[in-house]
């Protein structure tokens, strides 16, 4: 048997992460069995799907390293693996189970069936108890699927283990509604058996309607496939993670300056792990290990902390050439303007001090605008911090007059005067260099000071702590 997988996300959003970490864990299964991993776009919600919301989707997937065997975007056996494509077969699938005797037409209204939901809680049954098929048969309205009433839907979860439902407690569900679209039981139960699907992967949320699936799997004679219902994402707070948690869509994590390798890992271990108390680990050692039957049942916490130092993690794993040009679009955007080769040099110069500091790429930015820019203010905060203390402008006025004198211009010659006039003072680093950080960059942040002032150069440099000096003492 080949293993055959799918995702099925819905284009009414972006890509949230729970998603984006099932079709991880799908794209895994598929890949450590020699599998097929297959994209499909599940778009019955036609007021809300959009052609946006699809492409973000598609992107986001290639952007996290999931390629797919067949599906929206490459094509295969099943046409464009868009549901709503696929109408005329789930009107044909319904009818013929009309034909069949395993369903039937349902012109009740809502407040018929609403009476009879409060009929069975009354009498302390669930509230599906009593929606089974009329007395009297009519030929227009809703499709139901009538649900056996003689033994309880069972099954084994991969993740869950044994898991089983009453079958009094299903209702006989709606599958094709009046207007002729389909419910997304029988849209995802039919696409899973056309499609030869063996493995059904997907969040616990759904677990509730599985058993339907399942005995609507059965009613059209085809094989169940193997279940594995996924943890849901909690957030930090041990409530299921949303918008109140902060980014959920994966392009957000993306723009933010994200790795993608590092977006791997991190939601590889959302559930699962590679061997107990590893963290770091490349997608070809996960392909080697993964397994459905050691994904944990318990819920996994989301912790955008967590994922910001996994990705600092991966930038200073990163060969320097490819730092400094994952970094320029985040520069240029910083700065607000492309800069010109000969600036790219004042940035090499930095741009390992700059990788070793960063956790996210916009980070890089910055850390450097200093160098490109003047600032129009002080970071009031930093200012606040280091610059309102006794004697600082004392400070700024003996590093602005040993650093007229260092020759030549660079970090070692700059951090031997400064390093000489500390000593005189009796200053610790601290407290005598943080104000000139402040002076040169505008903040409390940046690479270390020595180097920065290199890559300055002379002249700016004294024209800041001039100017900080002058702030200082109200002309400036």
Do not use: C
Not at 334 to 363: C, I, M, N
């Amino acid at each position: 048997m080949t293993v055959r997988l799918r995702v099925a996300p819905s284009p009414t959003g972006h890509l949230h992460v729970g998603t984006a970490r099932a079709a991880l864990f799908n794209w895994l299964y598929a890949r450590h069995t020699g599998g097929s991993f297959i994209l499909r776009i599940d778009d019955t919600d036609r007021e809300r799907s959009t052609v946006e919301f699809e492409e973000d989707i598609l992107d986001s997937l290639r952007w996290l390293g999931l390629d797919w065997d067949e599906g929206v975007g490459v094509g295969g056996p099943h046409g464009d693996y868009r549901q709503s494509s696929r109408y005329e077969r789930y009107r044909d699938v319904a009818s013929s189970l009309v034909e069949s005797g395993v369903a039937y037409y349902d012109n009740r209204t809502p407040d018929e069936l609403e009476a009879l939901r409060r009929r069975a809680v009354a009498e302390k049954l669930h509230p599906a108890h009593y929606i089974r098929r009329p007395a009297t048969a009519v030929t227009e309205g809703a499709i139901r699927l009538s649900v056996p009433q003689e033994e309880a839907v069972v099954f084994d979860d991969l993740v869950r283990g044994r898991v089983s439902f009453e079958a009094r407690d299903i209702d006989d569900f709606v599958i094709l509604r009046t207007d002729g679209t389909p419910t997304y039981h029988l849209a995802s139960t039919v696409d899973d058996v056309d499609y030869g699907i063996t493995h059904v992967a997907r969040g616990e949320d759904l677990l509730p309607s599985t058993p339907k699936h399942i005995v609507l799997t059965r009613a059209l004679g085809a094989s169940q496939p193997e279940y594995a219902h996924l943890p849901l994402l909690f957030g930090t707070d041990g409530k299921k993670l949303s918008k109140r948690h902060g980014a959920t869509s994966l392009s957000l994590y993306r723009d933010e300056g994200y790795l993608p390798e590092a977006v791997f890992n991190y939601l590889s271990l959302l559930g699962w792990s590679i061997d107990g108390d590893r963290t770091i680990f490349s997608r070809d050692e996960a392909v080697a290990v993964f397994d459905l039957v050691d994904v944990s049942r318990n819920p996994a916490v989301f912790d955008p902390d967590k994922l910001a130092w996994l990705n600092g993690e991966y930038i200073r794993a990163m060969e320097p050439s490819d730092f400094t040009r994952s970094a320029r679009p985040h520069v240029e955007r910083a700065v607000g303007r492309q800069l010109h080769e000969e600036e790219w040099a004042k940035f090499d110069t930095v741009s390992a001090l700059v990788q070793e500091r960063t956790r996210l790429l916009p980070e890089a930015g910055d850390q450097v605008v200093f160098l490109f820019e003047d600032f129009a203010e002080y970071d009031p905060a930093a200012w606040d911090k280091v610059m309102t203390k006794e004697g600082v402008a004392g400070i700024l006025s003996s590093a602005r007059d040993r650093l007229t004198k260092v020759d030549p211009w660079d970090a070692g010659t700059i951090e031997t005067a400064l390093r000489g006039m500390l000593e005189e003072m009796g200053l610790g680093a601290a407290k005598g260099l943080q104000p000139l950080r402040v002076a040169i960059t505008g903040s409390s942040v940046s690479p270390p000071l020595f180097e920065s002032m290199a890559a300055l150069g002379r002249d700016k440099t004294l024209e800041r702590v001039e100017r900080a000096i002058g702030q200082l003492s109200g002309t400036g």
